[in-house]
C-alpha cells in the first residue's frame, strides 16, 4: 500500500506563491505516474496536473498553464506543484495521487490507484 503525504499548502495572498510536496514515506515513487487534484468547496475535485515517471511528460489544466509547474526529484521521492501568480479561485484541498498503470501523462482523467489526504490551498487577502 502506497502512502501519499502531501505539504506545502496554507494561506497566500493573491499574486503569492506556494510549493506543494507529494511524498511516500518507505516507497518509491520511481514508476509511478504523480498526479495534483483539487477540491474546492462544494464543487468537484478536478485534475491539475500530471507526471509521467518514463518520457517526464506532463499536462496542465488549462486554468493553471504558465502558472503551475509541476516537477519530481527521484534522489528525494518527492513530487513537488510549484504555484505562482495564485488566485482566489485556486483555493481548494490539494491531494496527489499515483498510478502504476501509465509510465506517461498526457491526461489526468482515468483511474489513479494511491491517493494522498491533501493540503489545504487558500488564496485570500
Known amino acids: 500500500q502506497v502512502q501519499l503525504v502531501e505539504s506545502g499548502g496554507g494561506l497566500v495572498q493573491p499574486g503569492g506563491s506556494l510549493r506543494l510536496s507529494c511524498a511516500a514515506p518507505g516507497f518509491t515513487l520511481d514508476y509511478y505516474a504523480i498526479g495534483w487534484f483539487r477540491q474546492a468547496p462544494g464543487k468537484e475535485r478536478e485534475g491539475v496536473s500530471c507526471?509521467?515517471?518514463?518520457?517526464?511528460?506532463?499536462t496542465y489544466k488549462d486554468s493553471v498553464k504558465g502558472r503551475f509547474t509541476i516537477s519530481r526529484d527521484n534522489g528525494k521521492n518527492t513530487v513537488y506543484l510549484q504555484m505562482n501568480s495564485l488566485k482566489p479561485e485556486d483555493t481548494a484541498v490539494y491531494y496527489c495521487?499515483?498510478?502504476?498503470?501509465?509510465?506517461?501523462?498526457?491526461?489526468?482523467?482515468?483511474?489513479?490507484?494511491?491517493w494522498g489526504q491533501g493540503t489545504q490551498v487558500t488564496v485570500s487577502s
Open positions: 495521487a499515483a498510478d502504476i498503470e501509465r509510465s506517461s501523462c498526457y491526461s489526468v482523467g482515468g483511474t489513479w490507484s494511491y
Open positions: 507526471i509521467g515517471y518514463n518520457d517526464g511528460s506532463t
